[in-house]
């Protein structure tokens, strides 16, 4: 059911996440009634979505996701994170891609995150580098958003000092964004992660970062 609710939503371009859990659980929106959706206040687009997602071939699309290189957990699964099932609203699904995508993801005290501004100054890329390869050196991993300046800084200095990195993704983890990181992308996956909670082919779009 959380794949489902998850699938609707990619193509409606909602976040289902909230709306899920306002429902009782995604289980409950999948089936809910038209009165009961309406009730929820949610969008037409998203409600005629989610018709379609109780008749989805969610072995076929879990075929498809295999294929293309990409694991699958939702919260129902046993692979589902630990660390994200103690947020307040956890995503309901998460896709990986990359040498990584069926390891566990490191533990919080194993893990540092480096993100900063998209403009930065020379001495503030040189230092974020620096951070990211020392991290990776001490068997750190960094995690970033593959975003201009900062984050791409610290994902290259993890890559440099031969550590794996991950990217967590504001699109499906099947597209390279900013498209100029393509390169970085590549890189990331060679030895490393890429994770989003939007399922492959989901377009980038400012609400989702």
């Known amino acids: 059911a959380a794949l489902r609710v998850v699938i609707a939503g990619a193509r409606a371009g909602i976040e289902p ?9 995604p289980e409950k929106l999948l089936t809910a009634p038209a009165g009961r959706l309406e009730r929820l206040g949610l969008p037409d687009s998203f409600a005629q979505e989610l018709r379609r997602a109780r008749r989805a071939d969610v072995a076929a699309f879990r075929a498809e996701l295999a294929e293309s290189g990409t694991v699958c957990a939702t919260l129902a699964d046993a692979a589902y994170p630990a660390a994200l099932r103690e947020l307040h609203d956890p995503p309901l699904a998460v896709f990986r891609r990359g040498a990584l995508a069926e390891t566990p993801l490191p533990a919080p005290a194993s893990a540092v995150a480096i993100v900063g501004a998209r403009r930065p100054t020379d001495a503030g890329l040189r230092i974020a580098r620096r951070l990211g390869a020392f991290a990776a050196g001490r068997g750190v991993t960094v995690v970033s ?3 201009l300046g900062i984050d791409a800084a610290g994902h290259g200095g993890a890559l440099d000092a031969g550590g794996p ?8 983890t099947d597209i390279a964004y900013p498209r100029r990181h393509r390169g970085l992308y ?11 909670e939007y ?10 970062f």
Do not use: N, Q
């Open 199 to 208: 399922p492959p082919g989901t377009a980038p779009a400012p609400w989702r």
């Open 145 to 147: 958003g593959m975003a």
């Open 17 to 25: 996440g909230g709306i899920a859990r306002r429902a009782g659980g």
């Open 186 to 196: 590549e890189r990331i996956l060679e030895c490393g992660l890429a994770i989003s």
């Open 165 to 172: 990195t991950i990217a967590v993704l504001g699109c499906g």
